[in-house]
C-alpha cells in the first residue's frame, strides 16, 4: 500500500493548502483499514481528508474527477457551489494568502457588451468603497472583479447562514414578528445602498441571508443591474421574477428605486403568506400577473399579520409607481430603525433551525 496520495495529488492538496502532509499521515490508518493489502488508489486517500474533514465533500467530487476538475478561481480556492446545478456558478470560496472566505460569482457575459459590464461592476465596487460615501451596511456588495476565461467574475463577502429562501422552505411562512425584524434590517441597509446611488436590482428571499449574530443581509447587491441595466430575459429560473415591477416589463426601463421598492414588498408578501404572489410556473406567466394584476392582498392571505406591514406591503407593491413610497429611507421612517431586538428576534429564529424540528415561536401563527 503507498504511504500517500500520488506526487500528482499530494501536490494539488500542498499548493492550494487543503491539507498538511501532517493530515495524510493521520489518515493513514483509514485507508489502510480500507484497503488492506491492495493498492491505495487517490480516491481512497480523498475519501480519507473528506471523512477528515479536510475537503469538502465539493472538493472531494472535483478532485475525484467528477465534474470540471478545477478548483482555483482567481487568487482563491474553491470550497463549495451555492444554489442547484443549473445555476451553479456561484461558490463559496477561501482566499488562499488571507483565508478569509468569500463568494465568486462567475458571470457569463455577451462578448459585445464585456466592456460595459466590467465598466459598470468596477463603479458599484468603487462605490461602496468611497470614504465621502455611506457605507451599505448591510447590502453586501462586490469588493473587487475579475476576468478569468472570457468571464467575468465578482467577489463578496460570504455571509455564513441560511437563505431566506432556505427558510421558507423548511418552515413555511415566517412569524409576522420574525418578518418585521428582517424588514427593518433590510430597509435600513438598503437606504445606506440607495445612498451610494446603487439599486440592488434583485431583492428575493434566496438573496437574503441571516448571519448567526441575527442580522439580515441582501447579498448581490447591484449585480444584476450591473450585467444588464434592463429586465433580462435570458434567465431560465421562474423565481428569479418574482419580485418584478410592472414598468420594467416589455419598456427598456431601467431597475431604479421604485422597482427596489416593489420587489422589497414582494419580498415581504412572499415571506408572510409562504409562496410567492403570482405563483407561475414560468416566466412570461409570472411576469404577465406582475404587469396587468395587483397583488391580492396579504392580509387576507396570512390575516395574523398587523396592520403597519400590511399597510407597508400594500403600498410598496401598488402597481403605480407614484403610489409608492419614493424611497427606503422613507420605509425606514414608516417601519423604524432596526435594533438590538430585532437582532435577538432573527438570531433566535435562525438557530431554532439548528434543531431536527423548527420550533415554533411562542406568540405567532403557523
Known amino acids: 500500500m503507498a504511504d500517500s496520495p ?22 493513514r490508518p483509514r485507508v489502510q483499514r480500507l484497503t488492506r493489502d491492495l493498492p491505495a488508489f487517490d480516491s481512497v486517500w480523498i475519501d480519507a481528508l473528506q471523512r477528515a474533514g479536510r475537503l469538502t465533500p465539493f472538493q472531494a467530487r472535483r478532485l475525484d474527477g467528477v465534474g470540471d476538475p ?16 443549473r445555476t451553479g456558478r456561484t461558490f463559496v470560496a477561501r482566499h488562499r494568502e488571507t483565508n478569509e472566505h468569500c463568494v465568486l460569482k462567475r458571470l457569463v ?24 460615501e455611506r457605507s451599505p451596511g448591510g447590502s453586501v456588495v462586490p469588493q473587487r472583479c475579475l476576468e478569468q476565461d472570457g468571464a467575468v467574475v465578482v467577489v463578496s463577502p460570504w455571509i455564513d447562514g441560511p437563505s431566506l429562501g432556505e427558510l421558507l422552505v423548511r418552515r413555511g411562512r415566517l412569524p409576522p414578528r420574525v418578518v418585521l ?20 436590482g434583485d431583492l428575493r428571499p434566496e438573496n437574503v441571508r441571516i448571519d448567526s449574530g441575527g442580522r439580515a443581509w441582501a447579498v448581490d447587491a447591484g449585480v444584476r443591474p450591473a450585467v444588464s441595466p434592463t429586465l433580462p430575459f435570458r434567465e431560465e ?26 420587489a422589497f414588498g414582494c419580498l415581504l408578501w412572499t415571506l408572510l403568506a409562504g409562496r410567492p ?7 412570461l406567466g409570472k411576469l404577465s400577473a406582475h404587469r396587468d394584476r395587483e397583488l391580492p392582498d396579504v392580509g ?24 409608492r413610497p419614493t424611497s427606503f429611507g422613507q420605509l425606514v421612517t414608516a417601519l423604524g430603525p432596526p435594533s438590538a431586538s430585532d437582532r435577538r428576534t432573527l438570531a433566535g429564529f435562525r438557530d431554532s433551525f439548528q434543531r431536527s424540528v423548527p420550533r415554533m415561536p411562542a406568540g405567532d401563527g403557523a
Not at 478545477?70 to 446545478?85: N, Y
Not at 425584524?181 to 440592488?200: I, K, M, P, W
Open 6 to 27: 500520488t506526487d500528482g495529488l499530494m501536490q494539488t492538496l500542498l499548493r492550494l493548502r487543503l491539507c498538511t502532509t501532517a493530515d495524510v499521515r493521520r489518515c
Open 70 to 85: 478545477r478548483l482555483e478561481l482567481g487568487p482563491c480556492v474553491l470550497v463549495d457551489r451555492l444554489g442547484p446545478a
Open 109 to 132: 457575459v455577451d462578448p459585445a457588451e464585456h466592456e460595459n459590464v466590467l465598466f459598470r461592476l468596477n463603479e458599484l465596487v468603487r462605490r461602496a468603497r468611497s470614504p465621502g
Open 181 to 200: 425584524a428582517v424588514a427593518r434590517q433590510l430597509a435600513d441597509g438598503l437606504a445606506a445602498l440607495e445612498a451610494t446611488g446603487q439599486v440592488h
Open 237 to 262: 429560473v421562474p423565481d428569479h421574477y418574482d419580485g418584478t415591477a410592472p414598468e420594467l416589463v416589455g419598456t427598456g426601463r431601467a431597475f431604479d428605486a421604485a422597482s427596489d421598492v416593489y
Open 277 to 283: 404572489p403570482f405563483p407561475a410556473g414560468d416566466v
Open 300 to 323: 387576507d392571505v396570512a390575516p395574523d399579520t398587523p396592520g403597519l406591514l400590511v399597510e407597508i406591503v400594500t403600498r410598496a407593491t401598488s402597481r403605480s409607481r407614484d403610489d
